[in-house]
Nanobody, 122 residues
């Protein structure tokens, strides 16, 4: 059974850091591209960062470039999102999923999981 489980969210002050984890099971990470997405209150899901676990190539949404880093540990079958210099506008529920696109507020593969809440206080 294919499953991705997010963890690591929490409450942090502006300027702080958090590391999110996405534990994958039922498939090998290095065969897929994996995206981190977020949904802020009242908004649709948006792609934040994407990684091709096979070759390590990455891409980022403009507002997080230089602050967020996506990485993967294929031995642990886990993808991480290191978030630094956090801003209140980063407050959202963060999700991971296969693929790196959102269509009609849905991931192109699978469905949204439970996500992990990140709250950045001013």
């Amino acid at each position: 059974q294919v499953q991705l489980v997010e963890s690591g969210g929490g409450l942090v002050q502006a300027g702080g850091s958090l590391r999110l984890s996405c534990a994958a099971s039922g498939f090998k990470l290095d065969d897929y591209v994996i995206g981190w997405f977020r949904q802020a209150p009242g908004k649709e899901h948006e792609l934040v960062a994407c990684i091709s676990s096979g070759d390590g190539s990455t891409d980022y949404e403009d507002s997080v470039k230089g602050r967020f880093t996506i990485s993967s540990d294929n031995a642990k079958n886990t993808v991480y999102l290191q978030m630094s210099s956090l801003k209140p506008e980063d407050t959202a529920v963060y999700y991971c999923q296969m693929g790196c696109a959102v269509v009609n507020d849905k991931p192109i593969a699978g469905s949204w999981g439970q996500g992990t809440q990140v709250i950045v206080s001013a």
